[in-house]
Nanobody, 122 residues
Framework: QVQLVESGGGLVQAGGSLKLSCAAS????????MGWFRQAPGKEREFVAA????????NYVDSVKGRFTISRDNAKNTVYLQMNSLKPEDTGVYYC???????????????WGQGTQVTVSS
């Protein structure tokens, strides 16, 4: 089992940047593929990005390609989401998720964090 804690959210102006972090408990972090999701008010949770166990494979939703970068540091049990050129439509609660399977664009992750709020003002 793994516990996930997100951090790094906040309020930023359009065009700005934020870097989210997700710290995982346990000694088997490298056995989990990781994902980032977001949920805007009144909308369903949507996939944002995924990364494989070693970080060799990544996948992004089209709306963030070229602006967001997912990465991981297995020595620090942490996955990151670097978000650049932020837009108001990026606003939402961002969640990280973990699963032993690599799930490039699925929400079928076994473990979820509590989320961190990202607000982009226009």
């Amino acid at each position: 089992q793994v516990q996930l804690v997100e951090s790094g959210g906040g309020l930023v102006q359009a065009g700005g940047s934020l870097k989210l972090s997700c710290a995982a408990s346990g000694r088997t972090f490298s056995s989990y593929a990781m994902g980032w999701f977001r949920q805007a008010p009144g909308k369903e949770r949507e996939f944002v990005a995924a990364i494989s166990w070693s970080g060799s494979r990544t996948n992004y939703v089209d709306s963030v390609k070229g602006r967001f970068t997912i990465s991981r540091d297995n020595a620090k049990n942490t996955v990151y989401l670097q978000m650049n050129s932020l837009k108001p439509e990026d606003t939402g609660v961002y969640y990280c998720a973990a699963d032993h399977r690599y799930l490039p664009n699925s929400a079928e992750y076994d473990y979820w964090g509590q989320g961190t709020q990202v607000t982009v003002s226009s």
